[in-house]
């Protein structure tokens, strides 16, 4: 038999600076089920939040407004849906798990991704923590409460 020799080396420099993509820490999101989601790179809690239905705005398109989040979107496209709002109504073209299919976010233009100038992250649908339910995924009922035992 052949011999194997492998060799390696590590370099490093400790009057380097670090990159800014080496500083950047990435937030991982699970739906509820333990699917990845969601990869971003500002944490959710921090997003503006819709004022109709506290879902958190994740903006997709540069503007005057502001910047386009970084982020890496795993969902799967489902059938649009006609909403009434006060003052109108707006179509929301939803997604959903690829796993259970739950439903996790919404943007107001046909897919993909991204097509939008946000996606909406409903309230609730994702976690940091894989398998863990959110304590706000079950805000809207009234009657349940989730404790951290």
Do not use: H
């Not at 820490?25 to 809690?45: D, P, T, W």
């Not at 799967?76 to 849906?81: A, T, W, Y």
């Amino acid at each position: 038999m052949p011999k194997v020799v492998s060799r390696s080396a590590v370099s490093s420099s400790t009057d380097a600076q670090p990159t800014a993509s080496a500083t950047a820490a990435l937030r991982v999101y699970y739906c509820i089920c333990g699917e990845f989601i969601l990869v971003i790179e500002k944490s959710l809690s921090l997003l503006p939040k819709r004022q109709t239905d506290e879902a958190t705005i994740i903006r997709s398109q540069d503007s005057d407004a502001g910047k386009t989040v970084v982020f890496k979107f795993n969902a799967n496209p489902i059938e649009p849906v006609l909403v009434e709002r006060s003052g109108g109504y707006e179509w929301q073209y939803r997604f959903s798990c690829p796993r259970c299919n739950l439903l996790v976010g919404y943007q107001s233009t046909p897919p993909p991704v991204k097509s939008a100038p946000y996606l909406y992250i409903l309230k609730g649908a994702l976690t940091q923590v894989q398998g863990q339910v959110p304590k706000d995924a079950f805000a809207q009922e009234g009657d349940v409460a989730i404790s951290d035992s």
